[in-house]
């Protein structure tokens, strides 16, 4: 583990379309101390092409490639090779601002936090705003995360010096995989902090799974049945809190 190196691990699938733009706002970032390592996951297009221009010109990002197996494998892959000490999850489609890195290790160091996460903008695919920005809470225990996930994975940092490297559940590909994360995490950490601050752009396409509340309601009711054990009534009721936050939170 590097102290104070930023491990940033993006999954990438058929991304031809907005890599170079996410790529583009990592080298922007104030904070240099970063290593970006890209896990093409099977990609049918130009993506792995246009990174490996980018790996050429700044070996800080770095590319590898596997079988398609969803986003959570990708992400893993990333991991296990990340050397920093810290874990961050972008996606090749999301963006930072320039002072993203800077300002959640500040906030990090502030509240002495294993994770933190942050607000976004929310844009389209041609990089507008499509709905207002989604503003976090100041901070989220657990409990608070079972209701609804205010932790997107563009604005989280991990800091793996307490407790070590955590992987996400491969089993879930790409259907609520971070949220689980993020479970995992805040039963050793116990709260996670949030920026107010926007800090970043999270891009809304047309198929984004996290808008498709019915393609995900088996794998969210899952998350609570089956791997955090909650019981089914239980369950349930954290189903319908999740199903209601979510309508709200893309209602405009």
């Given at each position: 583990?590097?102290?104070g190196l ?109 994770l933190v ?15 207002k920005p ?119």
């Amino acid at each position: 583990m590097q102290t104070g190196l930023v491990s940033i691990i993006t999954p990438l699938y058929n991304g031809e379309k907005y890599v170079a733009q996410t790529i583009e706002s990592v080298l922007a970032q104030t904070y240099t101390d970063w290593e970006m390592i890209v896990v093409n996951d099977g990609s049918k297009d130009r993506s792995e092409e246009i990174v490996q221009a980018y790996t050429e010109k700044d070996p800080r990002i770095k590319l590898f490639s596997q079988p398609n197996g969803g986003s959570a494998s990708a992400r893993n892959n990333g991991i296990r090779r990340a050397a920093g000490q810290y874990i961050a999850l972008l996606d090749a489609d999301d963006l930072w601002e320039p002072f993203f890195l800077e300002a959640q290790l500040a906030l990090m160091k502030e509240k002495n936090a294993v994770l933190v996460y942050g607000s976004h903008k929310r844009i389209d695919e041609n990089g507008q705003e499509c709905l207002k920005p989604f503003i976090v809470p100041e901070k989220v225990t657990y409990k608070d995360l079972l209701k609804t996930c205010s932790i997107s994975c563009l604005t989280a940092l991990y800091d793996t010096s307490q407790y070590g490297k955590m992987y996400l559940n491969e089993a879930l590909r790409s259907l609520r995989d971070d949220h689980l994360f993020w479970l995992s995490i805040l039963k050793k950490a116990g709260v996670a902090y949030g920026n107010q601050r926007i800090i970043a752009s999270y891009r809304i396409l047309g198929s984004s799974v996290s808008r498709n509340k019915k393609k995900v309601i088996i794998p969210q009711f899952n998350i609570y049945y089956k791997y955090e054990k909650l019981g089914l009534i239980r369950s349930l009721y954290y189903l319908a809190s999740w199903a209601i936050n979510g309508f709200m939170k893309y209602r405009k």
